[in-house]
């Protein structure tokens, strides 16, 4: 019953948190005025709000919530309590492949999530390759990841230098500034399908935390089970990556916190990581937009000095740290 509370509690947070969103910022209004322009659309100032700062709050909640999700799924199957797909490097290969389509095809617009998949499994191979060494280390397949993580970094930063595309900036940076609703089409298209498949693989990622030979025994083609999994975490952090940008530390961050409110059945902490990863980077994208109005700190800056500590924090405590 605790745990259930405790994923209501979350999801009146998530909705106080966007209301205030929408609210907050150069064009301020009152929470009456706001839903009855929402529900009547008879108020400027509220129709300005709907157009622009409406489809921001959605783009951060969904692509928080893909980042959350596709950090549990990993942490999963890697059985790694420090995997995520910015830390790991799935999130800048996506950002790469996004680029240079961008670069050589920018007709390809609306696809460029697709591709991001694409770059993401690279990333995602890459790291499983260079892992691989009598069995997947924990350490050494983060210090891996980082390693590819900044390989593409660095890829992209010299591609985005080619290029000033208003797409090309949407991927090399972070901030959710005039996002429209194209957007949120495009992430509830390729991020909201994808999404909800993943709430029905929790039952695999139950088995998994398993050992191989006993999840086996109960059934459960482990390997098959693996590339699904993995698969549909890349997805989520390409389709998040491709249209709110490289995001860090979501994924490492809100499945932690997560477990510590509804332990480690995916039935729950899948649902509960999607609105805790809405709730943080709404939060960042929002307290970055009116800390020191009006310049803007990107979402991803204030993750990074949120994840960075914390991830030191995870690694100090070492073999006493447990994802499952």
């Not at 409406?54 to 999700?69: I, N, S, T, W, Y």
């Not at 095809?105 to 991001?116: N, R, S, V």
């Not at 995870?314 to 073999?319: P, S």
């Amino acid at each position: 019953m605790k745990k259930w509370v405790s994923l209501l509690a979350a999801l009146c947070l998530l909705v106080a948190m966007a209301l205030y969103s929408m609210m907050a910022g150069s064009i301020k209004v009152g929470l009456g005025e706001l839903v009855a322009g929402l529900l009547w659309g008879n108020n400027p100032q509220v129709d300005v709000i709907r157009d622009l700062r409406l489809p921001r709050v959605f783009v951060a909640m969904l692509c928080g919530a893909a980042l959350a999700v596709s950090g549990v799924l990993l942490q999963s199957v890697m059985r790694n309590p420090l995997a995520d797909a910015g830390v790991i490097g799935i999130s800048a290969g996506a950002g790469f492949a996004g680029l240079l389509v961008t670069a050589v095809f920018p007709a390809l617009f609306f696809y460029i999530p697709l591709f991001a998949v694409m770059g993401g499994l690279l990333a995602c191979f890459l790291v499983y390759l260079f892992s691989w060494k009598s069995g997947l280390q924990p350490l050494r397949l983060i210090l891996v990841g980082v390693a590819i993580n900044a390989a593409f970094t660095g890829f992209n930063h010299v591609l985005g230098s080619f290029g000033g595309s208003s797409a090309t900036s949407r991927i090399t940076s972070s901030t959710f500034h005039m996002k429209t609703w194209q957007d949120v089409e495009m992430i509830l298209l390729y991020g909201g399908i994808t999404l909800i498949l993943s709430f029905f693989l929790s039952t695999w990622c139950n088995m998994l935390a398993l050992q191989d030979r006993t999840a086996s025994n109960l059934g459960l083609n482990v390997m098959r089970a693996r590339i699904v999994i993995s698969l549909v975490a890349v997805m989520l952090a390409s389709a998040a990556t491709a249209v709110g940008g490289l995001i860090v530390f979501v994924g490492l961050l809100v499945p932690h916190i997560a477990r510590q409110f509804v332990g480690s059945d995916h039935k729950l902490l899948i649902p509960f990581s999607a609105v805790g990863g809405a709730l943080l980077i709404l939060f960042a994208d929002t307290a970055g937009r009116t800390l020191i109005a009006p310049v803007e700190i990107p979402a991803s800056v204030i993750m990074m000095m949120i994840g960075g500590p914390f991830l030191i924090f995870m690694l100090l405590k070492g073999d006493r740290v447990h994802g499952h």
